[in-house]
């Protein structure tokens, strides 16, 4: 059965609770671990039984869905309402919405790999991300439009930013969890256009060649899986 046809007709009590009970424990075995968990692990972490948990929900994927459906719905919120500010404000508001992003994958690992990989998420999850892709790209030409952000950024950038910051905060969090600020602070100095003759980075493209086509950037989150987690 389905979670959607689980969750057609009101749950008893108990059932109710045991629901709440596997949703808390997959959001911290997640945040912690990685989706690459299985329903066992999340079962024993909630402190019930496995069969309690497949009544819940059909499979790890329904299980995904379910928890990250309502996050994902909040970052479109989030990502929208920078849209909503002055356009001589763009950038700022553009800068911290990515911070605020970022600040998230960092203390998040599962919702590094939804953000970062179409692997995991299927249905809302896939329909939210796509629609940030948009939203995220309007959100980059109004930065631009504002003269504070380089030319050349792309808004497929934003995927590449946030799976360094990423790699950060999977290297630092055990003695470091704040770290990936620091990093964060010096690539935002890098997205800024320079003026001629001054010392940093060029107006002009980088050598290393341009940003990834959206196509290329699909591609490459159908494939990317992170490291397993020892």
Not at 19 to 26: F, G, H, T
Not at 100 to 112: N, T, V, Y
Not at 122 to 142: F, K, P
Not at 144 to 164: H, N, Q, S, V, Y
Request: with cysteine.
């Amino acid at each position: 059965m389905s979670e959607s046809a689980v969750t057609a007709r009101p749950l008893r009590a108990d059932a109710a609770r045991n629901r709440a009970r596997i949703l808390e424990a997959a959001a911290e075995v997640f945040a912690e671990r990685g989706l690459d968990v299985t329903l066992d692990d999340i079962a024993a972490h909630a402190g019930l039984g496995v069969g309690t948990v497949y009544r819940r929900f059909a499979d790890r994927e329904a299980l995904i869905e379910a928890l990250f459906d309502d996050r994902m719905q909040m970052k479109l919120v989030r990502l929208r309402s920078a849209l909503e500010v002055p356009a001589e404000q763009a950038y700022e508001a553009f800068v911290e919405v990515v911070r605020d992003m970022c600040e998230h994958l960092a203390r998040d690992r599962g919702m590094r790999q939804i953000m970062l990989s179409s692997v995991y998420g299927h249905d809302e999850v896939a329909r939210c991300r796509d629609e940030m892709t948009v939203i995220g790209d309007e959100l980059v030409q109004r930065a631009k439009a504002t003269g504070k952000l380089r030319a050349d950024f792309e808004a497929t950038d934003l995927a590449a930013i946030m799976l360094m910051i990423g790699a950060i905060a999977d290297f630092s969090s055990a003695v470091a969890p704040d770290l990936w600020q620091r990093y964060f602070d010096i690539l935002i100095d890098g997205l800024r256009p320079q003026a001629a003759g001054a010392p940093g980075l060029s107006v002009q493209a980088p050598k290393c060649g341009p940003a990834l086509a959206l196509d290329d950037l699909l591609l490459a989150m159908k494939g990317w899986r992170p490291a397993a987690v020892r």
